[in-house]
């Protein structure tokens, strides 16, 4: 048995969809409040309950051989401290209590880079560092930005032109296909060579930001109309937030340190993956293109 938890996510729906292709039995890790119908149409056995509740874990992880932790907090589902880090924590517990064969954790692509304002980023680093002293087998993936991502900023491209970029065209990116994604992360618990391992996940290309909107000019033939606020406006809204609400500007830190940096992998990382889980990693305008051309 599969456990998968963030199952309703983007990455995770994925995920769920891969294993049960495979016909894989699969525990799909959700909240009540979620929309998990595709999940249980797939065949997966659904699981109501709270990551940050420890007894809900310790019953999502009876009987299961591998976990497949990709949930992770938002500016608006939780904190960094209590899902990407406390959750994963109490699910090696569980993992290590119940014999769990192997363990996958979605980190993120620059974890290690200490940044300081970014919660998530800390609690990735924090939480790789306990699962690999934890004697579990384990594979950690550190992936970069999500192609599914960028669907919705597509559609409203190829309605209206227009692209919202903040901060630095010239930031560079490989953001991934997230269906490749997904495909490694089901395959990672049986891939001997994953074993153990910590991967770098890119799409094949270095993309600077700015190339984004031309992608879509060429998929929806359309000229684009590029708005590029500075990485100040960001600022200028975690100002205000920090008398308001300090808790969302604290979570906003992962999101300019997103915006502020680069984010890709070198050819050698591409290469890893791709002879480790026998793939030909999707370019993203592939990816816009099969979910978006008609
Ligand atoms: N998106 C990216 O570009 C990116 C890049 C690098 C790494 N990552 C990492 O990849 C992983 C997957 O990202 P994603 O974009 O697919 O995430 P996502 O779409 O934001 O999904 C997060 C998942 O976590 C679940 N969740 C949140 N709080 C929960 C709780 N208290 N109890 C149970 N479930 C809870 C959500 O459930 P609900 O449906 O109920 O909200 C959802 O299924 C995350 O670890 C993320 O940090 C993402």
Known sequence: ???????????????????????????????????????????????????????????????????????????????AQDLDYRANIDLIEQAKANGVKHFVLISVLGADRNYQDAPVFKAKRAIEQALQKSGLNYTILRPSGFASNLLSAAKRFQQSGVYLLIGDPRGRTSIVSTDDLAQIAAAAPTTEAARNQMFAVGGPEILERGEVPKIFGRIFNREPILINPPLMAIDGIRNVLAFVNPELKASLGTFRTLLANDFYCTPAEVEAVESTFDIKMESLESFIRRYLST
């Not at 199952?7 to 729906?13: D, M």
């Not at 294993?19 to 894989?24: A, G, T």
């Not at 909240?31 to 999940?39: H, M, Q």
């Open 1 to 79: 048995m599969y456990l998968v938890t963030g199952a309703t996510g983007g990455l995770g729906r994925r995920i769920v969809r891969s294993l049960r292709e495979q016909d894989k039995p699969v525990r799909a890790f959700v909240r009540l409040s979620s929309n998990y119908t595709e999940l249980e149409n797939r065949g997966a056995e659904v699981f109501i309950g709270d990551l940050r509740q420890v007894r809900d874990l310790e019953k999502a992880c009876q009987g299961v051989e591998y976990i497949i932790s990709c949930h992770g907090s938002n500016e608006t589902s939780g904190s």
